[in-house]
């Protein structure tokens, strides 16, 4: 079940990276590097208590999630890629 304060990172039409809430209808921000998203993204969430980050690759499909502390991680020691 997906929470108000998670997010996802995802690439526009423009060629641009869109840092926004799950279902929402806009960004919150727009980022020229994918990284740039998500270090962004990763502030917003810190700042807001915690919730999953979702990266998805320039094709469209998820490549990555994250929990950001203080979240419930479900599974903690299996995630080696954070």
Same mark, same amino acid.
């Given at each position: 079940?997906?929470k108000d =304060?998670?997010r996802m990172?995802s690439? =526009?039409?423009? %060629?641009?990276?869109?840092?926004?809430?799950?279902y929402?209808?806009?960004?919150?921000s727009?980022h =020229?590097? +994918?990284q740039?998203?998500i270090r962004?993204?990763? +502030?917003?969430?810190?700042n +807001?208590?915690?919730?999953?980050?979702?990266v998805? %690759?320039?094709? %469209?499909?998820? =490549?990555?999630k994250?929990?950001i502390?203080?979240?419930?991680d479900?599974?903690?020691?299996?995630?080696?890629?954070h």
């Open positions: 079940m997906s =304060r998670d990172i690439k =526009r039409p423009d %060629g641009t990276w869109a840092n926004e809430r799950n929402a209808d806009r960004a919150s727009v =020229r590097t +994918q740039e998203a962004s993204a990763k +502030q917003m969430l810190i +807001q208590g915690g919730g999953e980050l979702t998805k %690759g320039r094709d %469209g499909l998820i =490549r990555s994250d929990t502390a203080p979240g419930n479900p599974n903690p020691p299996k995630d080696k890629e």
